[in-house]
């Protein structure tokens, strides 16, 4: 059967991704060069395989296969989710060097830099995951370029005028990319042809598939929550937390979706959604949160709310709002990503308040305008990309 894409689709898609490829070899060939220091290949041996390779797993396996359930879209999930990572990746590299130094001085690829370029870049696969059957390459594109240019954006005003840790600025990864994700299914939703209809049809078997996902994901997520801090005991707090609250959200998601279902049946599509919640709403405060039985109760929290959200929120979303969320990237990211911002503060409150901290109010404010701020920079920018 031949493709169903305008002939314009087809011949001069590829054509301008190849060009906008060649652009990006340029800019990397006259703006950048690697950082040959003896302690960038220190960490390079000591932190690679422990680090760094999880959340590229995390990235091209985890999420590739998470969104890889719909009839018509299974194998191609993959390959977009792929494209987008590679594209995104080198985009994030050059974007984070421009904003963090002058334009007029080359950027130093290091591993750290890559590193956060694959994890921001993990932002356009999380809202892929909304407008999924919707989109073609061309789209995807485009949106991996603002998405990654929005992000990266945030993130530099995080730095600079909230003085805020790389940590803390990469976990409002969720909330960001969740409603961006959201904002451009909006305007995609509306109305759909009768073959983006069908290509909106979830498949049994290839579910098996999303849990493999679900399953690369809930094993490395710990490393992604500890990839960019840089006290040895903050991360071995945020390990621990992250692996507490996974195990408590898997535990919560399998009970809570047998109860709600009449035959006590478990339903795979909310297992895909809340097993994860635990590691998202842990994200911000992990190596904050002193003892483990915080992260647990956290976990159970994220659990329950990610099972809700599934169950209760496609009615709104659909006949409502006239939203599409393909794979449910709002039950699984955008909730238990606004449980974890809300869990932050309340965290820095009473830390603030042990320590006679007198700008608790300014820090409590600080937080929060962090976090009010993801959203509506996801809102905005998903508006304008869709």
Not at 257 to 279: E, F, R, W
Request: proline fraction near 3%.
């Amino acid at each position: 059967m031949g493709s169903k894409y305008p002939r314009s689709v087809r011949y001069c898609l590829p054509p301008w991704i190849l060009t906008l490829e060649v652009a990006l070899i340029l800019v990397f060939l006259f703006f950048t060069n690697y950082d040959n220091s003896s302690k960038d290949r220190k960490k390079l041996m000591g932190t690679y395989g422990a680090v760094f390779q999880d959340i590229t797993v995390m990235a091209a396996l985890g999420l590739g296969f998470l969104t890889s359930s719909l009839w018509r879209h299974g194998w191609s999930s993959m390959a977009f989710n792929l494209f987008m990572l590679a594209l995104g990746v080198q985009w994030a590299v050059l974007l984070d060097g421009f904003l963090n130094q002058s334009f007029f001085r080359k950027v130093v690829i290091s591993l750290s830099r890559i590193q956060q370029a694959t994890m921001s870049t993990m932002s356009v696969l999380i809202s892929a995951g909304a407008v999924l059957g919707k989109t073609n390459l061309g789209q995807l594109a485009f949106m991996t370029l603002m998405e990654v240019t929005v992000f990266g954006t945030m993130r530099m005003l995080f730095r600079k005028f909230f003085l805020m840790e790389d940590h803390i600025s990469m976990m409002h990864i969720h909330v960001f990319a969740a409603y961006f994700g959201l904002t451009v299914a909006w305007c995609l939703s509306k109305p759909l042809a009768e073959r983006a209809e069908k290509k909106d049809q979830m498949a049994v078997s290839p579910s098996l598939f999303a849990m493999l996902g679900t399953l690369f994901l809930w094993m490395f997520w710990p490393s992604f929550n500890s990839a960019l801090l840089n006290s040895p005991n903050e991360r071995k707090n945020a390990m621990f937390n992250t692996y507490y609250a996974l195990a408590v959200s898997a535990v919560t998601a399998i009970s809570a979706s047998a109860l709600a279902h009449p035959q006590g049946k478990i339903n795979m599509t909310h297992i895909h959604n809340a097993v994860l919640a635990g590691g998202v709403a842990v994200g911000t405060s992990c190596h904050l949160i002193p003892s483990p039985w915080l992260a647990m109760v956290l976990g159970l929290m994220a659990g329950l709310i990610s099972i809700g959200g599934a169950k209760c929120l496609p009615v709104c979303f659909n006949r409502v709002l006239k939203i599409h969320d393909t794979c449910s990237v709002h039950s699984t990211f955008g909730l238990p990503g606004l449980l974890g911002g809300i869990n932050y503060i309340v965290l820095m409150t009473f830390r603030a308040s042990w320590t006679n901290n007198p700008m608790i109010s300014y820090q409590v404010l600080i937080d929060t305008g962090a976090l009010s701020l993801s959203m509506a920079m996801g809102l905005a920018s998903g508006l304008l990309t869709g």
